[in-house]
Structure formats: C-alpha cells, structure tokens
C-alpha cells in the first residue's frame, strides 16, 4: 500500500471545503504528521490507556477512526481477550485504507462505515474520539456525549482529543501562530497553510478547552483532565 507525501495545497486555487476523500487518504499519515503537533505521542498513549482501563467482556470505541490509528493502539495495548473494538467513520476511502492498515493487527478489528451520531455504544470501557468532535456541527457535539456517557461502564473513559481555539482572541492568534510555525518546520509553505486554513473553516470548528469541560461535565462524566496539549492540539481523560 502506497502512501504518498502531503502536496494537495500546493497549487494555487487548490481549495474547496476539506473532505475525507481518496487524494487525502492517499496522503493522510504524512498529513497528519507534519500538521497535528503530537500526534504520535497521543496515539501511543492510547494504547497505554487501553492497557489501563478495558474492562474484560467490555467494548472499544475508536469513533471517527480514519485509518485506524488509534484502534491498532488500542489492539495493540489491550491485555483482554474477550474484548470487542469496533472502529467507525464515514468516509469509504478511509476505511478502506483503514481495513488494509489491520491487516496485521494483533487482536481482530471491527470497521463500520456510518455516522458517529448513529452508533450504538454499549457496554464501553474505552471510547475514544480522536479528533473528531471538532468535524460535527457545534449544537450535535453534546448529545454525542451524552450517548458515550451512557453507554459507558462505571469506570470506562472517554479520550477526546481535539484542535483547541484560545480562550481569548488574544491567546488564539498566539497559538495559531505556533502552529503555523511547526507546520514550516515541517516544510509547508505559505500557500499550502493558507490554503488548508481556507479549506477547513467551514468544516473544522475548534472551540476552547474550558467549552470542552463544560460539556463534558453536563453530559456526566465525573471528572474531564487535560493530559497533553501542544499549541492548540490538546487531549482530555474523562472517567465515567
């Protein structure tokens, strides 16, 4: 399976409304790579979480799972054997990739192709929603987490990992202003970072990590941690 360097914004005019299609799950590792400072580190994490936290008999949610990542690590930290991961998402050409990368995988995947506000979570002890809630519309964010609340075992967690907006104006533009500054590092050009911001807009909405908290505490969970952030890319641990 080939997987190709990240160039879909470095044409001029190369922009429309960001989509999970086939040219983006052609380039998503190396995108994601080079755009989500941290991204390795929090995906490792997860399966350290996983070895922590799934309940034996229990289910594991990767929710929104694009190509898998987070589901391997999940396979890959799980110590039970008689646990179900099940890993959703909407996009065809994701899963697809998806479904090739879990090949290998140390313990079976499930992949559903369907919305994320339609999947039953029953008997979850690990859920995990790794850069997803920022892609729903704002006022369906809530009853999302309401349903993973319910459908969580008591001592199960949500790991909601997210692109963060600042708390004031003033803190945003400084941590947009660190992001842009990784994403040269990692060799986007002016045009390609202009052009992706243009592009995700309309379809990727951050809100601030004190609106996640509030959240997450209406939908019951009973505590929400932040546990890492770089720049505006921020995950939380919130137990049951």
Known sequence: MTEHRDRLFDRPGAVGD???????AQVFPDMISRSVPGYAAIVNMIGLL?????????????LGCSLGAASLAMAEGLAHDDCEIVAVDNAPAMLERARQHAANAPRPIRFVEGDIRDQPIERASVVVLNFTLQFLPREDRGALLRRIREGLLPGGILILSEKIAGETPEEDAVLTEMHHAFKRRQG????????KRAAL????LPEPLSLHRQRLREAGFARADLWFQCFNFASILARA
Do not use: M
């Not at 960001?18 to 983006?24: E, K, T």
């Not at 986007?188 to 052009?195: F, G, H, K, T, V």
């Open 188 to 195: 986007y050009s002016e045009l390609e970072i202009a052009q």
């Open 18 to 24: 960001f989509v999970f299609d086939a040219a983006v």
């Open 50 to 62: 996983t070895r922590q936290h799934a309940q034996p008999g229990s289910r594991l949610y990767d």
């Open 201 to 204: 807009e309309r379809v990727l």
